[in-house]
């Protein structure tokens, strides 16, 4: 019986046993990378293969209990259209697997008067997304995961936005507009470049999806789930059919197994694993900062909103993520806010691990 163990690359590039066993390493600390690691896992456990799932803390996904879907990349104006289409067929690709973790809100896109870009600028991106968003709904229905099609964005002018602010924020909103309500109320809207632009770039929650992949282990027999579970050492062994041989500490002590393939889910840790397994990878890794604010008198729902801006300037993009119970996420590409002097880094000839300075 062949056995698979997941290190580095994506799973549609790695290989597709058709029967063995898989072990999959994902590492604590990070968002994706657990998700990556335990859907792959699913998958091929599904599909019958033996799956051994490694994790390195106490839980399959660590990190905020929500995030930000980049459902066709419009938090970021920087990157190339052709990312933005990937990153829409991604988000659809995870929502189809995860589907009871959606947070379903809008993202609310502005651009204020004091910096340079034109908001008008956005709109053939959004209009080749949503071409695109339609070509994969008409290749199956289930890719319709983000609403209506014609729905995908909406623009809003000062005079849309000053209606809306004349009336009651709704508790449940029920129209794209109500959604609108709160930012038009809240907002300064003479310091802001017009139209506003609504895009259906939606949330995540990571604590349905742990409950979601948690369940589904539990349920599949194939599957073998080890938390709290390091890889200390991983050694290539074999002559003419080289395998892997995977050292682990565990509750259980330190034991090891052999495995065919290697796959790396661990996220920004994955040049750890390939320093292990001696293979060169070239990476950069950013560490930024997020932060938590209580706004106890507001009511009803957001969107999420988004500020652009210029990046590492005082007025540098702003984000804005809700939460349940008037809780939101406060998230900015200024140096004050999220960004800190070394924190981006790249890896080195010695390692394939991006490392922060240590002062």
């Given amino acids: ?14 290989v597709s046993p058709q029967n063995g066993e898989l072990t999959s390493i994902t590492s604590r600390g990070g968002c994706w990378w657990g998700i990556a690691g335990s859907a792959a896992a699913l998958k091929l456990a599904e599909l019958g293969v033996q799956v051994s799932l490694f994790e390195a803390g106490p839980s399959l996904v660590n990190g905020p209990p929500a995030c930000h ?12 259209d052709q990312q933005c289409l990937k990153l829409l067929e991604q988000s659809i ?63 809003y002018s000062r005079e849309d936005l000053q ?8 508790d449940t909103p029920q129209s794209l507009d109500d959604w609108m309500i709160p930012v038009a109320k809240q907002l300064d809207l003479a ?3 017009f139209p506003f632009v ?24 194939q599957c073998q789930v080890l938390t709290n579970t390091k890889v200390t050492h991983i050694e290539q062994v ?16 330190e034991q090891s197994i052999e495995v065919d393939y290697l796959i790396n889910a661990c996220g920004y840790r994955s040049g750890r694993l390939d320093d292990m397994a001696k293979l060169t990878r070239h990476r950069m890794v950013e560490f930024k900062a997020a932060y938590l604010a209580k706004w106890p008198s507001q009511q009803g729902r957001w ?27 406060l998230h900015g590409m200024t140096d004050t806010i999220t960004l800190f002097k070394g924190g981006l880094v790249k890896s080195s000839d010695n390692s394939a691990q991006p490392e922060l300075s240590p002062c």
């Fill in 303 to 329: 969107p999420e909103l988004v500020v652009h801006g210029q990046r590492g300037t005082p007025n540098g993009m702003a984000q804005l993520t809700p939460y349940p119970d008037g809780i939101f996420q």
């Fill in 69 to 80: 879907l980049h459902a066709g990349g419009n938090l970021y104006r920087e990157i190339s």
């Fill in 191 to 193: 310091a802001f470049k």
């Fill in 1 to 14: 019986m062949r056995r698979c163990f997941l290190l580095w690359m994506k799973f549609s590039e790695a």
């Fill in 238 to 253: 074999g002559g003419s059919s080289p395998r892997w041989r995977v050292d682990y500490q565990s509750e259980q002590g």
């Fill in 198 to 221: 609504q895009v259906q770039e939606y949330g995540l929650s990571l604590l349905r999806i742990a409950a979601t992949v948690s369940l589904a282990t539990q349920r599949l027999a």
């Fill in 163 to 170: 209606a809306l602010a004349e009336l009651a924020i709704p």
């Fill in 93 to 155: 690709h995870t929502l189809r697997v995860f589907p009871h973790a959606l947070n379903r809100r809008p993202t609310v896109i502005a651009v204020p008067n004091n910096d340079p870009g034109d908001p008008n600028a956005l709109l053939p991106r959004l209009q080749k997304l949503q071409a695109h968003y339609a070509e994969l709904v008409a290749l199956h229905p289930n890719n319709q995961q983000l609403g209506p099609v014609e729905d995908y964005y909406r623009l």
